[in-house]
C-alpha cells in the first residue's frame, strides 16, 4: 500500500518547479533517484476525498447516547461570544455543539454534550461559558468507552 | 432532611470505589455518590487497564473483572504522513495469572470496581450530582447535592469527581488551570466481529493488542491509540487542548485521518461505528497537580491531575485506584482518630510520594511536557522513519548509506541541532535511569 502512494507521490510531483531539475521522471536518465531527491520531508496530506469510512457527522452523534433534561447545564453569555473573534468553541467542542450565527454570536445547544469541559478550557473571555454538570441521571451515557 | 454519615467519596470512577472501598473495608459508613445512571456511564478512556495494583484490594481479580481482552502483544508505532515504523513485542507470560494489561469497557469495568465497594459496605447512590461543598468555619462538612433536600453531612469527603473536579477547584486546591495541561482524548469504537481481529492482529482466544502511536495528530501535539476489544477496535487521538484551539481543526477529523493512514485503514476494512466518544485528560504531571488536601477533604484520580502520560507509559485507571485507595486508607486513619484537620490528612500526600503514584510521577516529571514538544511530535518522527527508509531502501548499484551520515543529513533536513537532540536525550535518560 506504502509502494502505490510512494510512486503516486512521485508521479504527482514530476515535472513540479523543484524536482524537475532532478530528472527524475526523465526515462534517460541512468543514475537511481538519490534519498535526498524524494524529499520526503514536505509531508504530501492525504486529500480528502481519501478518507477512509468516512461517517456524517449527524450518524456520528447518532451512535452516543443520551438523557436529555429540560434544563440546560451549560449556558452562554453571548453578548461576550459577538466580541469573541476567535470562537475556538466552535471548531474545538467534539460534539460540535457551538454553531456560529449571522448576527455574529453562538447558538449553543446543550442536549448533546459529552460534559468533557473543552469548551470553558479553551474558551478565551472568563465567564462567557458558565459550565456545569447535568443533573444526575441524565447526559450523555457511554457504553463502550 | 439532611443525611448524615462518615465520609462522603464523589465520584464512582476508580479512584472513588477504591477509596469507598477501602473506607468501608475500615469498617466506616460511606456513602459512594455517582453523578451517571450506574459508574462509568460518564467515563472515556483508551482502552487499557493495568490490574496489578488490585492484587491487594481484591485478591484474584481477574476471575471476576469484566475484561474484554488480555494485552499480550505491545506495538509502539512512530507515524509521519506516509511511513510508519513500529516496534512490536509480545509476550506470552502476560496471556496468563497475574496477567498485566487487559482491555474493558469503563461501563462494565466501573460498574464492577463498585460492586465490589458495595460488597465491602459502601453505599452507592447513582443519579446523584454533589454541585458543591458544605463548609463550616472553613472545613468540608460535607457535599450538597441535587436530590431534594440533598445535604449530604459528612466528617471527610474524598473528591474523585474527575478531570474537571468543581469540588476542588471550588474547595481553592486548584491556583491557576492552565489549558496547556489538558488533552482531549477522542475516541471510535468500532465493531469488526472477534474473528476478524483475531486474523487481522495475529491474535487468538483473548488475547489483545495495545498500539501506542507517536506522531500522526500534526499540526497539534498529541498522539493515537488502537486497542482491540473482544469483539470491537478502539481508536483515538488525544489532542493538547490549546494547539487543538489554534488549529481551529475538528477533532473528529484528526481521528479520521489518522484511522485512514495506510499503516492503519486495513486494520477497519468492512467495521462499523459503533460509538463516538470525548473526554479530557490532565496530561501535565507532577508539576500540574493541585493541592491535595484541605480541612476535611482529599482529592484523589484525575481530580487530582495523576494520569501518567510520559510517551511510552500512558496510565491513569491504576493512577487513580492507587490514590484513591490511599486517600481512603488516610481517611479511615483520621476516622479512626476524629482528626480531619489538613495536618492529619496531609498524611495523605506522604504516603502518594512513598508509593507509586507519586513516587513515579516525581521522577518521570520532566517527560509529559517533553512528550508533547514538537520535536518528539514531528521532528524526531520524521528523521527516525527517513532514516529507516533510506536504509531499507535498497539502491544498487549505489553503496550502502553510511549511518552516521544518514542521521545527520536527516536531523538537519527536521531542523534538529545537536545540541537539542542532546539535551532531549538527556532529560529522558535523567527521568528514566
Not at chain 1, 453571548?78 to 466552535?90: E, F, L, M, P, Y
Not at chain 2, 473495608?25 to 467515563?43: D, H, T
Not at chain 2, 460488597?119 to 447512590?125: I, P, S, T, V
Amino acid at each position: 500500500m506504502k509502494k502505490t502512494y510512494a510512486l503516486r507521490y512521485l508521479s504527482s510531483r514530476s515535472g513540479s518547479r523543484k524536482h524537475n531539475s532532478t530528472g527524475h521522471d526523465d526515462p534517460t536518465r541512468s543514475e537511481p533517484l538519490t534519498y535526498e531527491e524524494l524529499d520526503w520531508a514536505e509531508n504530501f496530506p492525504l486529500p480528502d476525498d481519501q478518507l477512509l469510512h468516512p461517517v456524517a457527522f449527524e450518524d456520528r452523534m447518532g451512535s452516543v447516547h443520551f438523557i436529555v433534561h429540560e434544563r440546560a447545564h451549560i449556558t452562554i453569555d453571548n453578548d461576550t461570544c459577538k466580541g469573541c473573534t476567535t470562537k475556538s468553541c466552535v471548531t474545538a467542542c467534539p460534539a460540535g455543539l457551538f454553531v456560529p450565527t449571522a448576527d455574529g454570536g453562538i447558538l449553543f445547544n446543550y442536549e448533546q454534550c459529552f460534559e468533557c469541559g473543552t469548551c470553558y478550557m479553551i474558551c478565551n473571555h472568563k465567564g462567557a461559558i458558565s459550565w456545569s454538570y447535568p443533573v444526575g441521571g441524565y447526559g450523555v451515557e457511554f457504553r463502550y468507552a | 432532611m439532611s443525611v448524615s454519615t462518615q465520609a462522603v467519596v464523589v465520584g464512582a470512577g476508580p479512584a472513588g470505589s477504591a477509596a469507598a472501598l477501602v473506607l468501608a473495608r475500615a469498617g466506616f459508613e460511606v456513602v459512594l455518590l455517582e453523578r451517571g445512571p450506574y459508574p462509568g456511564s460518564k467515563n472515556v478512556y483508551g482502552g487499557v487497564v493495568y490490574g496489578r495494583i488490585l492484587d491487594e484490594l481484591i485478591p484474584q481479580w481477574w476471575e471476576s473483572a469484566p475484561i474484554q481482552r488480555w494485552i499480550t502483544r505491545r506495538s509502539t508505532v512512530v507515524l509521519t504522513e506516509s511511513q510508519a515504523l513500529s516496534v512490536d513485542f509480545r509476550t506470552q507470560r502476560w496471556k496468563g495469572q497475574p496477567f498485566n494489561g487487559a482491555t474493558a469497557y469503563r461501563s462494565e469495568f466501573d460498574q464492577w470496581l463498585a460492586s465490589q465497594a458495595e460488597k465491602d459496605g459502601a453505599k452507592l447512590l447513582c443519579s446523584t450530582t454533589a454541585v458543591g461543598l458544605i463548609k463550616e468555619g472553613g472545613k468540608v462538612v460535607g457535599v450538597r447535592t441535587d436530590r431534594p433536600n440533598g445535604e449530604l453531612y459528612s466528617k471527610l469527603v474524598v473528591a474523585c469527581d474527575g478531570v474537571n473536579s468543581l469540588l476542588a477547584k471550588e474547595a481553592g486546591l486548584y491556583e491557576d488551570v492552565d489549558a496547556n495541561n489538558f488533552t482531549l482524548g477522542v475516541k471510535e469504537v468500532w465493531y469488526l466481529g472477534k474473528k476478524e481481529i483475531d486474523n487481522r492482529f495475529g491474535l487468538s482466544m483473548n488475547e489483545g493488542v495495545d498500539i501506542e502511536i507517536l506522531g500522526g495528530t500534526n499540526p497539534i501535539a498529541g498522539g493515537g491509540f488502537i486497542y482491540t476489544n473482544l469483539d470491537t477496535l478502539a481508536i483515538g487521538a488525544v489532542l493538547r487542548l490549546t494547539d487543538l484551539a489554534a488549529s481551529r481543526k475538528r477533532p473528529e477529523e484528526i481521528v479520521a485521518r489518522l484511522r485512514s493512514h495506510p499503516a492503519i485503514a486495513p486494520w477497519f476494512l468492512g467495521s462499523h461505528l459503533v460509538e463516538y466518544s470525548a473526554h479530557l485528560i490532565p496530561e501535565g504531571g507532577y508539576h500540574s497537580m493541585p493541592r491535595l488536601v484541605t480541612d476535611g477533604l482529599l482529592v484523589a484520580g484525575d481530580a487530582a491531575g495523576m494520569c501518567l502520560t510520559t510517551g511510552i507509559w500512558l496510565e491513569g485507571i491504576n493512577y487513580a485506584i492507587g490514590s484513591g485507595a490511599i486517600a481512603g486508607k488516610v481517611a479511615a486513619a483520621a476516622l479512626a482518630r476524629g482528626d480531619y484537620s489538613s495536618s492529619m490528612l496531609s498524611k495523605y500526600e506522604t504516603e502518594l510520594h512513598h508509593s507509586f503514584v507519586l513516587g513515579n510521577h516525581r521522577r518521570l516529571r520532566h517527560l509529559p511536557h517533553l512528550v508533547l514538544s514538537e520535536r518528539l511530535q514531528s521532528r524526531y518522527p520524521q528523521a527516525l522513519c527517513n532514516v529507516v527508509e533510506s536504509m531499507f531502501t535498497v539502491r544498487d548499484p549505489l553503496p550502502k548509506p553510511r549511518l552516521s551520515r544518514l542521521v545527520r543529513a536527516e536531523l538537519k533536513k527536521a531542523g534538529v541541532r545537536g545540541t537539542e537532540l542532546l539535551s532531549d536525550l538527556l532529560s529522558i535518560l535523567r527521568d528514566l535511569q
